[in-house]
């Protein structure tokens, strides 16, 4: 998210939370605060392989409420951002039950896992991942569902059923261009999606 009018009108549609991109080759950088950042909507910082010093940086300059992790960041390097005070959100790529092994890993080190199709960049791929391998995740950490979200994603959601389900990450399925939220299509999604029992 980068348009402060963007932004207000995501928040207005009711999203719990909102990303902001601190990947520099991602077309939805965010390079300096926007004019307006969101008040109710929490605020979700997006790494990819960056330093502690970097993070906790953005974290105080965008009063981050959560870091976002989408590299190859180990445990200790989560364990260090929880013990300045961070809130630690850290992604996988799923493609197979195998993929679900490493989250043990970061067990006692996230907050939130992130699960995400695989892709050749870091970004994402805009497509869905195969989600009965989650049938092999039975770890304590709660899970947000990412990776090829879309107007058209609402039956398989209200369908989908984990113990450790807390919520969905989207993106580009619902862009009228990089960073840019459509709120015509994204406003009838979150308040459907608000009624499916997680």
Known sequence: ????????????????????????????????????????????????????????????????????????????????????????IKAFALQSAADVEPTARYADCADYF???TPCSTFGGSGRRF????????????PFLLSGGLGPDSLNALTAFRHPQWAGIDLNSGFETAPASKDVTTLRPFIQHFKTVPL
């Not at 932004?7 to 307006?36: K, L, N, T």
């Not at 195969?130 to 950490?141: I, M």
Request: overall charge neutral; glycine content about 6%; aromatic content about 12%.
């Open 130 to 141: 195969d989600w009965s391998c989650l049938a092999a995740y039975n770890g304590k950490v």
């Open 114 to 116: 992130l699960f995400d």
């Open 1 to 88: 998210m980068r348009s402060p009018e963007n932004i207000r009108d995501v928040e207005a549609c009711g999203a719990d939370w909102m990303g902001f991109i601190f990947y520099p080759p991602s077309p939805r950088y965010v390079a300096d605060p926007p004019a307006y950042l969101p008040v109710k909507a929490r605020r979700v910082g997006v790494f990819v392989n960056a330093t502690a010093d970097e993070m906790l940086r953005r974290q105080a300059r965008f009063g981050l409420d959560y870091l976002q992790l989408h590299g190859h960041e180990s445990p200790d390097l989560c364990r260090e951002l929880r013990a300045q005070g961070a809130r630690v």
